[in-house]
């Protein structure tokens, strides 16, 4: 197993699964190849802005990623044609709220499994991780609470609405292109009929900072062995991926993403067949570019 002895090396893997798994689920970009083939890069930069790498940790960051992106394109997208191609037949037809739970399941697994995938080297990572390193992500973690708070906790609720509208009807708009007037009244209504608590979102955010940081923190004072690490990584990447279902809060994220996906099956229902062939042609889109990916094993 490959060894790392920087102190970047826990939190750097850590962000690249992130920034993968988000990259590469939500299919956010209109041009899928463009963004797979500078997916390190853009990691990177992503990183460095977090670490501010010095030229000897770039050299070796730059091929991890690398190594990373090589297993994903080998093993993973041929998954995600799958889940484009099964999202296009219930387009064609009438998708239903256990259909899209059932993508949104598959989306969350694919996610754990990157993180899964690199427990081995998490593990001997989190081994290596100095003080100053934790002190440093901390501040960085506490930076982006202020701007979650001010993006998403500013205004009464009525502001608050309206910025989590405008941010779904962005992924709206990626898949159906424009709404009209009258269809976007219908889409403001879906969303509003979700439970608003921004406050809940800001304190799950702030948890998981919290255990990350306490894992990392345990790790380096008590100097654990490798099987101790690997236990605690894997406790939390599921407490993280579970977090969904903690009890104390489990009704508020079953009522959320039940009203999400009414939401997406508001904006399915209203959809003109022009828009639906809009959805259907993005996704045909992203369907070639994972194939063509999946088959250039670079």
């Given at each position: 197993?490959?060894?790392?002895?920087?102190?970047?090396?826990?939190?750097?893997?850590?962000?690249?699964?992130?920034?993968?798994?988000?990259?590469?689920?939500?299919?956010?970009?209109?041009?899928?190849?463009?963004?797979?083939?500078?997916?390190?890069?853009?990691?990177?930069?992503?990183?460095?802005?977090?670490?501010?790498?010095?030229?000897?940790?770039?050299?070796?960051?730059?091929?991890?990623i690398d190594q990373?992106?090589?297993?994903?394109?080998?093993?993973?997208?041929?998954?995600?044609?799958?889940?484009?191609?099964?999202?296009?037949?219930?387009?064609?037809?009438?998708?239903?709220?256990?259909?899209?739970?059932?993508?949104?399941?598959?989306?969350?697994?694919?996610?754990?499994?990157l993180?899964?995938?690199?427990?081995?080297?998490?593990?001997?990572?989190?081994?290596?991780?100095r003080?100053?390193?934790?002190?440093?992500?901390?501040?960085?973690?506490?930076?982006?609470?202020?701007?979650?708070?001010?993006?998403?906790?500013?205004?009464?609720?009525?502001?608050?609405?309206?910025?989590?509208?405008?941010?779904?009807?962005?992924?709206?708009?990626?898949?159906?292109?424009?709404?009209?007037?009258?269809?976007?009244?219908?889409?403001?209504?879906?969303?509003?009929?979700?439970?608003?608590?921004?406050?809940?979102?800001?304190?799950?955010?702030?948890?998981?900072?919290?255990?990350?940081?306490?894992?990392?923190?345990?790790?380096?004072?008590?100097?654990?062995?490798?099987?101790?690490?690997?236990?605690?990584?894997?406790?939390?990447?599921?407490?993280?991926?579970?977090?969904?279902?903690?009890?104390?809060?489990?009704?508020?994220?079953?009522?959320?993403?039940d009203?999400?996906?009414?939401?997406?099956?508001?904006?399915?229902?209203?959809?003109?067949?022009?828009?639906?062939?809009?959805?259907?042609?993005?996704?045909?889109?992203?369907?070639?570019?994972?194939?063509?990916?999946?088959?250039?094993?670079?």
């Open positions: 197993m490959k060894k790392f002895n920087t102190h970047e090396s826990f939190i750097r893997r850590f962000h690249v699964l992130c920034v993968i798994a988000v990259m590469l689920t939500l299919t956010a970009c209109s041009t899928i190849r463009f963004t797979y083939n500078h997916g390190d890069t853009l990691a990177y930069w992503w990183l460095n802005a977090y670490l501010d790498l010095d030229s000897d940790q770039s050299s070796w960051v730059k091929k991890d990373l992106f090589h297993w994903h394109r080998q093993t993973q997208l041929n998954d995600y044609i799958h889940l484009l191609s099964n999202g296009q037949r219930q387009l064609a037809g009438n998708p239903t709220q256990a259909d899209l739970m059932g993508d949104y399941r598959d989306i969350k697994a694919r996610s754990e499994l993180a899964i995938k690199a427990l081995p080297e998490l593990t001997d990572l989190a081994r290596s991780v003080p100053e390193q934790i002190a440093q992500m901390e501040k960085k973690f506490n930076a982006n609470n202020d701007t979650y708070r001010h993006k998403f906790l500013s205004g009464d609720a009525e502001k608050q609405q309206k910025v989590r509208y405008k941010k779904a009807m962005e992924q709206l708009e990626l898949w159906f292109g424009s709404f009209s007037h009258d269809q976007e009244a219908v889409l403001r209504k879906a969303s509003d009929a979700r439970p608003l608590n921004n406050a809940i979102w800001l304190d799950e955010r702030m948890l998981r900072q919290k255990k990350i940081l306490a894992v990392l923190r345990k790790v380096q004072q008590e100097k654990l062995g490798k099987d101790a690490t690997m236990a605690l990584l894997r406790d939390l990447i599921k407490d993280i991926f579970g977090r969904f279902d903690a009890p104390e809060r489990k009704s508020f994220f079953d009522a959320y993403i009203g999400t996906i009414q939401m997406i099956l508001t904006a399915t229902r209203i959809a003109t067949p022009e828009q639906k062939a809009h959805a259907q042609k993005r996704m045909q889109g992203w369907i070639d570019d994972f194939k063509i990916l999946a088959a250039d094993q670079k």
